[in-house]
Every structure is written in C-alpha cells, then in structure tokens.
C-alpha cells in the first residue's frame, strides 16, 4: 500500500497550490479520502474529506471557500486545490485513505506547505 503526496512547497501569501495523493495497493474507489495537515507544535487537523463515491466534500472551517478537494477514481488520485493561501495555511499536509467497510486506514508520508513571503 503507498499514498505518495506531491505538490507541495513555498507560496506567497494569496497564492496557490495544487496537491495530488496517488494511491496504490488497495481498492481506492472503496476508500474515503481525506487531507490533514500539522503545524509545527499542533495537532494534526482534518482539511478536507471527500466520499468514495457521490456525495458532497466536508472541510474545515478554516479551508472552506478557499480549498477544493477532489478525486479521480481511475487515476486512483486525490487532489487538493489550495486557493487564497495563508501564513496559517503552512503546514505539513497529509494524505489518508479509510476504509468505507473497516477501520483500515492509510497515511502518506506529507508534504511540505510553506506561504510566506
């Protein structure tokens, strides 16, 4: 099983990013796909989910109408569209696939978001 985040790096305020997670190894249109994201010394935050199938997206408070997730099931792709970027936005972002039918849940390894200018 892998998700390998990419995507990530050094954006000026108001800026933007786009971040992908390919998935491999499991059944991915099977899987809620999220991203999370961890500042240094906080915990790490739910951004944004995204269903296996139809259904609306949830984000947090903090991303919503300023971030967009979406998925490509036959790219076994999740992507983050990260508009409108903030100092407060800088983070470590992750990746995570859970199971629709377990408790199965797997991470990425995170990538670097830095906005700052």
């Known amino acids: 099983v892998q998700l390998v985040e990419s995507g990530g790096g050094l954006v000026q305020p108001g800026g933007s990013l786009r971040l992908s997670c390919a998935a491999s190894g499991f059944t991915f249109s099977s899987y809620f796909m999220s991203w999370y994201r961890q500042a240094p010394g906080k915990e790490r935050e739910l951004v944004a989910t995204i269903p296996s199938a139809a259904g609306s997206a949830n984000y947090a408070d903090s991303v919503r109408g300023r971030f967009t997730i979406s998925r490509d099931n036959a790219k076994k792709t999740v992507y983050l569209q990260m508009n409108s970027l903030k100092p407060e936005d800088t983070a470590v972002y992750y990746c995570?696939?859970?199971?629709?039918?377990?408790?199965?849940?797997?991470w990425g390894q995170g990538t670097q978001v830095t906005v700052s200018s």
């Open positions: 995570n696939a859970r199971s629709v039918f377990s408790t199965r849940s797997y």
